[in-house]
């Protein structure tokens, strides 16, 4: 299995709900981010948790680190149709040579919101 | 500031067929990547590179070359195109080592038949 993978796969809600999407991991990290994804486009960088971090917020946005469960969570609050999107996390080490951080992609949590 | 940009977007390539998709951006990074998406895969790197003249194999090397001879570009190149190379691809690049947050091109979708 993947490096990062997201739970759920899937999740539907209604406009003014709260999303809250996990990521977990295997291997030990400096970082991990969380992306965006809108239809048909690139990858969007949302925000940036450092290993020795456990809570972060952006705007709507929560971010948590359990590094013992070597696991985050993304929470949106206050939903909007806006924030229809996949939803990618992102663990970042430094490789074993050195020098290169290696950034490894989760398989994506694909959000819905109904307005 | 066009940030980073792929071209072509689209393209139908036959079995055994070449091409070379071509990523540059205009932010002065020293980092680049082509990665590839597939349905329930995630993002898996190709090749990458951390400066001009300078490439490294990722996770999925096989069938693919790339070369950065100028810092703003990346080639991407198919030599022999098979259908297991059908996917959308994704250029990204990244200011420097101490940096983390990596910009996208908008993608290009390939399709091998």
């Known amino acids: 299995s993947q490096q990062g993978e997201e739970d759920p796969q899937a999740l539907s809600i209604q406009e003014g709900e709260n999303a809250t999407m996990n990521c977990s991991y295997k291997?030990?990290?400096?970082?991990l981010q969380w992306y965006r994804q809108n239809s048909g486009r690139g990858l969007v960088h949302l925000i940036l948790?450092?290993?020795?971090?456990r809570e972060k917020h952006s705007g709507r946005l929560r971010v948590t680190l359990d590094t013992s469960k070597k696991s985050s969570s993304l929470l949106i609050t206050a939903s909007r149709a806006a924030d229809t999107a996949s939803y990618f996390c992102?663990?970042?080490?430094?490789?074993?040579?050195?020098?290169?951080?290696?950034?490894?992609f989760g398989t994506g949590t694909k959000l819905q919101v109904i307005p | 500031n066009a940030g980073v940009t792929q071209t072509p977007k689209f393209r139908v390539l036959k079995t055994g067929q070449s091409m070379t998709l071509l990523c540059a951006q205009d932010?002065?990074?020293?980092?680049m990547y082509w990665y590839r998406q597939d349905p329930g895969m995630g993002l898996r790197l190709i090749h990458y590179?951390?400066?001009?003249?300078?490439?490294a194999k990722g996770e999925v090397p096989d069938g693919y070359n790339v070369s950065r001879l100028k810092k703003q570009n990346f080639l991407l190149g198919l030599e022999s195109a098979a259908p297991s190379q059908t996917s959308v691809y994704f250029c990204?690049?990244?200011?420097?080592?101490?940096?983390?947050?990596?910009?996208f091109g908008p993608g290009t979708r390939l399709t091998v038949t």
């Open positions: 990204a690049s990244k200011d420097t080592l101490s940096s983390y947050e990596q910009y």
């Open positions: 291997t030990s990290i400096n970082n």
């Open positions: 948790i450092r290993s020795n971090e």
């Open positions: 992102a663990t970042a080490a430094f490789s074993n040579s050195g020098g290169y951080q290696k950034v490894t």
């Open positions: 932010m002065n990074h020293e980092y």
């Open positions: 590179s951390v400066g001009e003249g300078t490439t």
